[in-house]
């Protein structure tokens, strides 16, 4: 899947993949959209998923250990506002009591830390933080090849048509310029560090800083707008700052799916480029440190907005790893395990745009913070249905809940043959109304947001939903045809 499902947030969303207007190019679409994975993964049962004598009452199979780990997780999330009652309930074969279909979870900062994915990752870090300042600074700094920076590659130079960066000065002004950044931020944001991010710079040259600063922001645009299209043309529907803001955020967002998507021989070499992406993000937004000239743009970011939290950020990198074979989620077995990947993917882009978006007088990011986690479920779940077939047939991967395929009688085999019934067209109304109970509570947070981001909000959220209508128009055949929106 990719970095597609973005939450009442980043408000865009419409996947790379699709015709439409969003920032889902930044949530994991199904298959993972901004950022799905490549990777082979391996099929699962070809029998329908029936819960048994070995499967707990919520649906998890015990027996395995990514099972139990995720169950954990699941178990501590938080839940937001009241469910409606009124609605279907999402029953699974093996719920033993009803669950509403538009429940929403916060589960920000939930991990396990005896998790597979999340001591590889550690063990990864600690290597990476034990290594001399010089190498890690030549490690971070750049990717293979001609001094690229990190989450890079060729797949990105390709994309935008040239090399990304090029106008970067030395590393020494790219210090001095994050000096000045820092000179001018609230005096608690940022903690003391042991290494010096500390660097001297002229007040004189504030010019050329500014100018500096200003081609990162741009060219973050250009990354945005060679990946999103529609996306980036709905950021010009913001203030100026929000829109170039929102940008970096994206590029953030799009150099971290580079750097879990690139071809490796193994993902333990993943894992050490995550780490370090991972310990430069918390040097960036603890400390206000940079390493390249597009971490600029973030940190200025992170000083316009000091309520910034970084652990969207965070989460999403552990929804990343979800998709990661041995590590991640092979098989989602209930919704409730779905939701935490949506959140991780989807919601997590709304939480981090939610600062710049703005919340009307006399709300807050709590209060607005229910609808935008519906937003970036109904978006992940969107994305989810409009792939069912391209998932299958060239990633090897379902995301629906084995559980719901049990409840239709709908079977793995069936998906990957792609044959097309009234069970399976039964599932895909079951799954398309979950979706729509996500997009109308999801509606109820559009006023509270600042006036300039409802409408952006508004369009993208009406925009996405019409990817159902057009599931349903054809015949609810998302195996062998994909649900196109056209252009607004």
């Known amino acids: 899947m990719r970095i597609n499902g973005l939450a009442l947030s980043f408000l865009f969303g419409i996947n790379s993949h699709t015709d439409g207007f969003s920032f889902q190019s930044i949530v994991r679409p199904s298959k993972a959209s901004l950022f799905s994975p490549s990777r082979h993964i391996p099929r699962a049962s070809t029998q329908p998923y029936f819960a048994d004598e070995s499967t707990s009452s919520n649906g998890i199979r015990p027996s395995s250990p990514l099972s139990r780990e995720i169950t954990h997780e699941i178990s501590s999330g938080r839940i937001l506002g009241t469910p409606h009652r009124d609605q279907t309930p999402a029953t699974t074969h093996s719920d033993s009591t009803a669950r509403p279909n538009n429940l929403v979870i916060d589960f920000g900062s939930v991990m396990n830390d005896s998790s597979r994915a999340e001591i590889a990752l550690r063990e990864a870090k600690a290597q990476y933080s034990s290594l001399p300042p010089t190498t890690t600074a030549s490690a971070t700094g750049s990717h293979a090849g001609a001094e690229r920076l990190m989450g890079i590659n060729d797949d990105v130079v390709r994309e935008v048509g040239r090399e990304i960066g090029a106008f970067a000065p030395s590393p020494e002004v790219i210090q001095r310029v994050g000096s000045y950044l820092r000179s001018r931020a609230p005096a608690s944001l940022f903690q003391e560090s042991d290494d010096d991010v ?28 060679a990946f999103a299209k529609t996306f980036h043309l709905g950021t010009t529907l913001l203030p100026p700052d929000a829109a170039r803001s929102i940008w970096a955020i994206y590029v953030w967002c799009r150099r971290t799916d580079e750097i879990v998507d690139a071809p490796r021989d193994n993902d333990e070499d993943m894992l050490k480029d995550l780490s370090q992406w991972e310990h430069r993000l918390e040097r960036l937004f603890h400390h206000g440190a940079v390493e390249d000239v597009l971490d600029l743009a973030l940190l200025d970011v992170r000083i316009k907005y000091p309520k910034l939290s970084i652990q969207p950020f965070l989460d999403m990198i552990r929804g990343m790893l979800m998709d990661i074979p041995g590590l991640g989620v092979e098989r989602y077995h209930t919704f409730e395990e779905l939701h935490l990947y949506c959140y991780r993917v989807a919601g997590t882009v709304g939480l981090m745009s939610m600062p710049i978006f703005g919340c009307a007088e006399g709300y807050t990011e709590e209060i607005a913070k229910e609808p935008a986690l519906s937003l970036g479920v109904a978006f992940q779940i969107t994305n989810i249905l409009r792939d069912v077939g391209e998932d299958a047939t060239t990633r ?12 239709f009688n709908v079977s793995e085999s069936q998906i990957y043959n792609q044959q097309i019934d009234d069970n399976y067209r039964n599932l895909m109304k079951h799954e398309i109304q979950r979706a729509r109970d996500y997009y109308k509570k999801a509606r109820t947070g559009v006023d509270m947001l600042s006036p300039y981001s409802r409408l952006p909000v508004q369009v993208s959220l009406d925009c996405y939903e019409k990817i159902l209508d057009k599931i349903e128009e054809n015949g609810y055949d998302n195996l062998t045809k994909r649900a196109y929106v056209s252009k607004w």
């Open 198 to 225: 500390n660097v001297a710079f002229d007040p004189d040259d504030a010019g050329d800083y500014e100018q500096l600063l200003s081609q990162s922001y741009a060219e973050s645009g250009v990354i945005t707008e």
């Open 396 to 407: 090897n991967r379902i995301y629906l809940p084995l559980s719901s395929l049990a409840q």
